[in-house]
């Protein structure tokens, strides 16, 4: 099998690294691709960019692919995988009108209001005064989502009610802008991915991501600082309970519609004292997430997503898993989630990965004139590592950090710490 990988960032780059470790997979391509994968696949480039979903389809036609997989959301919200598989193309990754799951978080609660998913109640606004009355009804803290894509930083949490009202001022100034003020859910999150061929579901294994650019949770959101699993403290029931009650309801809410949703639904949990709500919806592997969930999936790739890709998941065998644990710490440039300053030179890559099971995935990154690796990008690496508990994993992880160096960089230096501690439990 040939797999065509689209996308720049390390969750990219973590799909190409199990891709190219899948026996039955002979090539992989990267589309732009990023120096990181580079090194490890071949790199085409983009001329028409991201979203240009007839020129992809013209590259999978040109190198003769037998799947595509679409990493980022908004080529999936443009419509890609409709033309890669008008194309005659297996695509992994939803339709237009099916990845409008994340492409509406408006649409997604009206999926799940059908669907009977539990969630957060939820008001959808497209004025302030209606924000202001939502935000009255609801209560603290408050929570102001952008109804459209913001790449994970559309979000504003907060107990000030006037933040929440210039937050969603923001929003609403975009053409067509909606804001969806929900009710603030207690309890700690989860990230569950569930493979979909519209039909069948298979959950991945659970992970825990970090939002926040400080420790402790300090500070504006981000498309997240790092993650890990699997989550321990988490009920073992939990990943069935998300299946049953989330993530097949929703499947065939969308096939109902007969828009059948293909490809990967991150399912973003509060496990409140209620049980389990959906906190969003998103239509893509979730980055960092991915980072670790991949780093412990010993099932061929390949395999699984070309199944989901064609229809056939009822015909695979169960998912095998390492025993290990897996944290993901992300290596940020100077001022993100700010406009990031790039350009700076990265050293130290190359001696990280002399860590015991770690190694670095990169996100923003790019060749300069004289072909040394600079920033390129807010979230410039993800460095990974394993561990046989996950003491050891945090242990490793920050060892190969440190060997990073980049000039005014920042990472967290909490990411799984709580864990650790066994100070997370649900109620």
């Known amino acids: 099998m040939k797999v065509l990988v689209i996308g720049t960032g390390a969750r990219e780059h973590a799909l190409v690294r199990s891709l190219t470790a899948d026996p039955d997979v002979e090539a ?43 990493g980022p959301e908004a080529p999936l919200v443009a419509g890609v995988a409709d033309a890669v598989r008008a194309a005659g ?43 202001e009355f939502a935000l009255d009804a609801l ?5 102001v989502k952008d109804d459209g894509l913001a790449a994970g930083k559309g979000v504003v949490v907060t107990t000030d009610r006037a933040e929440a ?38 959950p991945l294994a659970l992970a825990q991501d970090f939002k926040r650019v400080g420790d402790d949770d300090q500070g504006p959101n981000t498309g997240g600082m790092g993650a890990y699993s699997p989550l321990d403290w988490a009920p073992p029931s939990l990943v069935d309970e998300v299946v049953t009650r989330v993530a097949q309801p929703t499947v065939d809410e969308m096939r109902r519609r007969g828009t059948p949703f293909t490809g990967v639904l991150y399912v973003g949990l ?51 898993w390492s025993d290990q644990h897996a944290v993901t710490v992300v ?44 920033s390129a990008g807010g979230r410039v690496l993800s460095v990974v590592a394993l561990g046989d508990s996950l003491s050891q994993a945090r242990e490793r992880v920050y060892e190969a950090v440190d060997k990073i160096e980049l000039d005014g960089s920042h990472h967290r230096t909490d990411i799984a710490l709580a864990a650790e501690r066994r100070e997370l439990h649900v109620s």
């Open 28 to 70: 992989v391509i990267a589309a732009p691709g990023n120096p990181g994968m580079d090194a490890i696949a071949l790199c085409e480039p983009l001329p028409g960019g991201l979203l240009d979903g007839e020129g992809i389809a013209a590259l999978a036609r040109e190198r003769a692919v037998d799947l595509v997989v679409v």
């Open 89 to 131: 193309i297996p695509c992994f990754g939803p339709s237009a009108q099916a990845a409008q799951l994340e492409g509406s978080k408006a649409f997604a609660k009206e999926v799940m209001a059908a669907a009977e998913v539990p969630t957060a109640l939820a008001h959808v606004c497209t004025s302030l005064e209606e924000v």
């Open 139 to 143: 209560g603290a803290p408050h929570v």
């Open 165 to 202: 009202l210039e937050h969603a001022r923001g929003c609403l100034a975009k053409e067509g802008g909606r804001v969806v003020v929900e009710e603030f859910l207690e309890g700690p999150e989860a990230s569950l991915f569930c493979i979909c061929d519209g039909t069948t579901v298979v």
């Open 270 to 320: 509060a496990l409140t004292a209620k049980g389990p709500r959906v906190i969003e919806f998103n239509a893509r592997f979730g980055d960092p997430e991915t980072q670790v969930v991949l780093a412990r999936l010993e099932t061929p790739l390949g395999g699984l997503l070309h199944g989901a890709a064609t229809g056939r998941l009822e015909d695979l065998a169960a998912l095998r």
């Open 331 to 374: 290596v940020a440039s100077h001022n993100y989630p700010g406009t990031p300053r790039t350009g700076d030179p990265i050293l130290g890559v190359e001696e990280a990965a002399d860590v015991p099971t770690a190694y670095v995935l990169h996100a923003g990154t790019a060749l300069d004139a004289d072909g040394a690796l600079v």
